[in-house]
Antibody, heavy 112, light 112 residues
């Protein structure tokens, strides 16, 4: 069955960077683009960006431009999302998703 | 960016009764390929979102037939014919035609 398994929770200080991984299985990795979505505590879903697993093309939310980088490694069917210059309002659960399946989420806490 | 507006933001429903959620987009979601890229997700408490409906009205695999989607252009509706206790959570519509993809604010369904 289709699975997206994400890396574990992270605690970071303001100004640091975080890199979350998302390992896919159960489907042909290059067939679907991967979106990254975050959810701040008690809030709704915020789309962060998308990467084509086929050719690596990306599209990022404007508010995150310059701070976020999404990549894929087709040899391991893994997607990565790196967010830099972390702020307290980046504290959220980060999800990777294809249209019909989501990862379990990775809690990133930014605190001094 | 396309704005997705859901109403109501909360619902309290007696088991066995119907429920309906509206989602309006600020632009048409009809693609030149003839498909309309409107999705409905349910996020159960403590879980990742799960796909219920894709392309307005197609139920995803394993989704009970009490869930149905309808609409066109900019106006869409999710209906639950008979609410069950397991349907509690937050329902989100999402448009997948224009980047950035955007979500509605979410509609919280609780059981009376």
């Amino acid at each position: 069955q289709v699975q997206l398994v994400q890396s574990g929770a992270e605690v970071k200080k303001p100004g640091a960077s975080v890199k979350v991984s998302c390992k896919a299985s159960g489907y042909t990795f290059t067939s679907y683009g991967i979106s990254w979505v975050r959810q701040a505590p008690g809030q709704g879903l915020e789309w962060m960006g998308w990467i084509s697993a086929y050719n690596g093309n990306t599209n990022y939310a404007q508010k995150l431009q310059g701070r976020v980088t999404m990549t894929t490694d087709t040899s391991t069917s893994t997607a990565y999302m790196e967010l830099r210059s972390l702020r307290s309002d980046d504290t959220a659960v980060y999800y990777c998703a294809i249209v019909f399946s989501w990862g379990q989420g990775t809690l990133v806490t930014v605190s001094s | 960016d396309i704005v997705m507006t859901q109403t109501p933001l909360s619902l309290s429903v007696t088991p066995g009764q119907p429920a309906s959620i509206s989602c309006k987009s600020s632009q048409s979601l009809l693609h030149s390929d003839g498909k309309t890229y409107l999705y409905w997700y349910l996020q159960k408490p403590g879980q990742s979102p799960q796909l219920l409906i894709y392309e307005v009205s197609s139920r995803f695999s394993g989704v009970p037939d009490r869930f149905s989607g309808s609409g066109s252009g900019t106006d869409f509706t999710l209906k639950i014919s008979r609410v069950e206790a397991e349907d509690v959570g937050v329902y989100y519509c999402m448009q997948g035609i224009h980047l950035p993809h955007t979500f509605g604010q979410g509609t919280k369904l609780e059981i009376k």
